[in-house]
């Protein structure tokens, strides 16, 4: 069977709340899809009405009706101010009943609290209440995410939403802040450790930086091209250099000396950190590399070297006042084995390569790493053209 693509659009109330880790480890953990895409944008009135419209021109239901009134309503500007939505690609076989089935349907009559099971995203963060006991009139509704029930409904909407999205930067920005000089932006990579099976991992990594109560305004799916990984992590090189060549010599020193049954001399010990060590600490920065992009250094054609890598890793962007140590204070010291309780590295790390996230150690460093992975680059438009028939 062909895999199919289809999305879920998570609403601005649902991102505000910071429930978007939630939604996401549920989306990971329940289903065999791959999350191929990811955007943050900003939704204007003409897309609210369109939306809404592809919404109510399907069956005519209580629930359609519900959702596009909403769609209509919520997804446009309010108050001057445009909102939030993500919009999560998803590709592999039955996508849209795979979905479906994790994000629940609404619920057309009222449920006792105790009767509700957390079971599905709908059951866990949306609300339907009637003004009434007699269930005639709704007071309040909040979907949570909207998800289509067929291939021809999402093929529809994706098109829209391509054509809407290709153009749009991938950094939203929707609010003033009191003073501007006190806001920072640093950047999150979730790396690929995370995705190397359906796990919750990557929405639980996003849940635990919501603590710091600062803004997701900007994420995308992306696959490190063994250039982009170079030159992210080329200051690295020289550290590892530095720290690690000595020690490798050192290391290869007392091997030799146990092995021959003689004492080496120093210049020969100088010599062997100067090659040996540096060699070894040269490998451990090819690792890393390796790691990050799914493609060793070696010798490569400059047309393979920029192409995107094996792995992939999403990228966010996180806006607020001492963005940068308080999602450092998160994440956790790079030894996950000396990071403290309760940070990322601690919960999910393996090693000091094998760490689980990378977060910007300053502002400087923001603005270099996110001109690396063009943050403002976003290529779900493009996937999406390239897999749905027009």
Wanted: aromatic content about 8%; some cysteine; hydrophobic content about 35%.
């Amino acid at each position: 069977m062909s895999k199919g693509l289809s999305y879920v659009l998570v609403t601005p109330y649902t991102i505000g709340k910071s429930r978007t880790g939630g939604v996401l480890s549920r989306l990971l953990s329940r289903t065999d899809l791959e999350l191929v895409g990811a955007q943050i944008f900003l939704p204007d009135k003409k897309f609210a009405d369109d939306y809404a419209g592809s919404l109510r021109a399907r069956a005519p239901s209580n629930q359609l009706m519900l959702l596009s009134d909403y769609a209509e309503k919520h997804f446009a500007p309010s108050g001057g101010r445009a909102h939030r939505t993500l919009l999560l690609l998803f590709q592999g076989e039955n996508p849209c009943d795979q979905l479906l089935n994790i994000c629940g349907h609404i619920y057309t009559k009222h449920v006792e609290v105790d009767a509700l099971s957390g079971e599905t995203i709908r059951d866990t963060y949306s609300d339907l209440i009637f003004s009434d006991a007699n269930q005639e009139e709704v007071r309040y509704f909040e979907p949570a995410v909207f998800t289509p029930r067929s291939q021809e409904e999402a093929n529809r909407d994706l098109l829209m939403f391509a054509n809407y999205t290709e153009n749009l930067e991938n950094i939203v920005q929707n609010i003033e802040y009191p003073d501007p000089s006190k806001i920072e932006r640093t950047l999150v990579i979730i790396k690929p450790d995370n995705w190397k099976r359906s796990s919750s991992r990557p929405g639980a990594i996003i849940d635990m930086f919501s603590r710091t109560g600062l803004r997701i305004i900007g994420i995308k799916v992306h696959r490190f091209s063994l250039a982009e990984a170079l030159d992210f992590y080329g200051p690295v090189e020289a550290i590892l250099k530095e720290k690690l060549a000595p020690n490798f010599g050192q290391r290869a020193l007392e091997l030799l000396e146990k092995e021959f049954q003689f004492k080496i001399s120093r210049d020969l010990s100088e010599l062997l950190g100067a090659s040996f060590g540096t060699e070894c600490a040269k490998d451990q920065f090819h690792q890393i590399v390796e790691f990050m992009s799914g493609k060793r250094p070696g010798f490569f054609t400059a047309e393979e070297i920029q192409k995107p890598g094996n792995v992939k890793c999403m990228i966010l962007v996180y806006e607020g006042e001492n963005a940068v140590n308080k999602i450092r204070d998160v994440l956790g010291s790079t030894d996950p084995n000396k990071a403290a309780d309760g940070t990322v590295r601690r919960e999910f790390g393996s090693n000091v390569m094998v760490n689980t996230a990378h977060a910007s150690d300053s502002a400087e460093s923001f603005e270099r790493e996110q001109k690396i992975v063009r943050i403002n680059h976003n290529s779900l438009a493009s996937i999406v053209k390239e897999n749905v028939m027009q």
